[in-house]
């Protein structure tokens, strides 16, 4: 059988594996950062109403430019990140990963890079690597903060054209501080003053659910600053695959040189526009979500685990050291009936917030779990 290490791939996918999380039909899944909460009924009607339109005009081709959906953005996102944000400084593709493709498509590449402080999300080295940009994983401190002097250092030495900063972090669920991204975005900007500096994007994927503002101020006057966003989490529409950036206009515009023709469909742009309508509503689950997320935290440092504190929809918790790790640990709660998620960072693992049964039955778990673990120590 051929391997697709035997395909004439390009050098750098070479011994590489796809991005996912394995999805298993267990009771309890809270694996991968999902909005629990199904879409409210009203909002399904309208989107019903609103796809209906859509498909009337299914023999046209979308609004190329999707202005109706990118001036709602922006409203959004005045309303909520305390900023205003003009239509043309609101650009949307089909996830906050296609966002991030563009970018590296536009300001990466063969012969340039971007680094990212790991552990992050994965997806920015991976789509670095997809798109020919050299990929530089950056420091972090034993806390999971960026390590702000290290990481001047390496961004001096090695002059990246891309900064990735993802805010709330991704395992981790750590918020960055506005001071280390400013201090990040002005040594970025340095280390490439040759060549009209670097693109710094904060990945606000999570940014609805962190305790602090969002860092969109940030961009006001620094044209080379990014923040990117989804509608996948806070929203609770992962399936409808939209995500979206706010920068200058000229990122906007130079974005759109790499972009697919009629990238957004018409069904997309329907149902994004409709979700935009229930933006009130869709907020209290996050509220909702926000305080299980709280309620995680405690009962996990209740039961003797570890947690990193979390802006996110998600906590990280351990430390599981020893025989089998984090993976034995990972394997002892899905035999309970919850998928939790084993991301590889040694010795932590990853839980979503669920609903409130769902978030008792994941602790439930972690007690037994640590219960055995007694019951045997006691027993040497």
Same mark, same amino acid.
């Given at each position: 059988m051929t391997r697709i290490d035997d395909l004439p791939i390009r050098d750098e996918l070479r011994g590489k594996s796809p991005y996912g999380a394995p999805q298993l039909d267990v009771p309890v899944r809270l694996n991968t950062n999902e909005n629990p909460y199904p879409l409210p009924e009203p909002l399904v009607a309208r989107i019903a109403e609103r796809v209906a339109e859509a498909a009337r005009q299914l023999n046209r081709y979308p609004d190329r430019d999707a202005v109706e959906l990118r001036t709602e953005l922006a409203r959004y996102l005045t309303r909520t990140g305390g900023h205003e944000v003009a239509k043309d400084q609101v650009w949307a593709a089909n996830g906050s990963n296609e966002v991030i493709q563009q970018l590296l498509q536009t300001f990466g590449g063969p012969g340039r890079s971007a680094i990212g402080f790991e552990p992050s999300y994965s997806m920015h080295a991976l789509i670095s690597r997809g798109t020919g940009t050299e990929w530089i994983s950056g420091p972090r401190n034993d806390d999971f903060a960026i390590d702000l002097a290290a990481a001047r250092e390496a961004i001096a030495?090695?002059?990246?054209?891309?900064?990735?900063?993802?805010?709330?972090?991704?395992?981790?669920?750590?918020?960055?501080?506005?001071?280390?991204?400013?201090?990040?975005?002005?040594?970025?900007?340095?280390?490439?003053?040759?060549?009209?500096?670097?693109?710094?994007?904060?990945?606000?994927?999570?940014?609805?659910?962190?305790?602090?503002?969002?860092?969109?101020?940030?961009?006001?006057?620094?044209?080379?600053?990014?923040?990117?966003?989804?509608?996948?989490?806070?929203?609770?529409?992962?399936?409808?695959?939209?995500?979206?950036?706010?920068?200058?206009?000229?990122?906007?515009?130079?974005?759109?040189?790499?972009?697919?023709?009629?990238?957004?469909?018409?069904?997309?742009? @329907?149902?994004?526009? &409709?979700? *935009?309508?229930?933006?009130? $509503? !869709?907020? %209290?689950?996050?509220?909702?979500?926000?305080? /299980? #997320?709280?309620?995680?935290?405690?009962?996990?440092?209740?039961?003797?685990?570890?947690?990193?504190?979390?802006?996110?929809?998600?906590?990280?918790?351990?430390?599981?050291?020893?025989?089998?790790?984090?993976?034995?640990?990972?394997?002892?709660?899905?035999?309970?009936?919850?998928?939790?998620?084993?991301?590889?960072?040694?010795?932590?693992?990853?839980?979503?917030?669920?609903?409130? @049964?769902?978030?008792? &039955?994941? *602790?439930?778990?972690?007690? $037994? !779990?640590? %219960?055995?673990?007694?019951?045997?120590?006691? /027993? #040497?």
């Open positions: 030495e090695r002059r990246p054209d891309v900064v990735f900063v993802c805010s709330p972090n991704n395992p981790t669920g750590t918020a960055v501080e506005a001071e280390t991204v400013l201090a990040l975005y002005e040594a970025a900007q340095a280390a490439k003053a040759d060549t009209g500096g670097a693109l710094v994007v904060v990945d606000e994927a999570y940014g609805e659910f962190s305790h602090r503002p969002s860092l969109l101020p940030l961009i006001e006057g620094r044209p080379n600053m990014v923040v990117s966003r989804t509608m996948s989490k806070a929203f609770g529409a992962a399936g409808l695959r939209l995500g979206y950036l706010a920068a200058d206009p000229a990122v906007v515009d130079a974005v759109q040189l790499v972009r697919l023709p009629y990238h957004l469909s018409s069904v997309t742009q @329907a149902t994004a526009l &409709a979700a *935009l309508e229930h933006t009130d $509503t !869709l907020l %209290k689950y996050v509220e909702q979500l926000k305080a /299980e #997320r709280d309620r995680l935290v405690t009962e996990l440092r209740t039961i003797g685990c570890e947690v990193t504190a979390s802006d996110a929809n998600f906590v990280q918790f351990g430390r599981f050291d020893g025989e089998g790790g984090a993976h034995a640990a990972w394997r002892a709660i899905l035999d309970q009936g919850v998928l939790v998620r084993d991301n590889g960072v040694p010795g932590w693992l990853r839980v979503t917030a669920g609903t409130p @049964a769902e978030n008792d &039955a994941f *602790l439930d778990a972690v007690r $037994t !779990l640590f %219960k055995e673990r007694s019951l045997k120590e006691n /027993e #040497r």
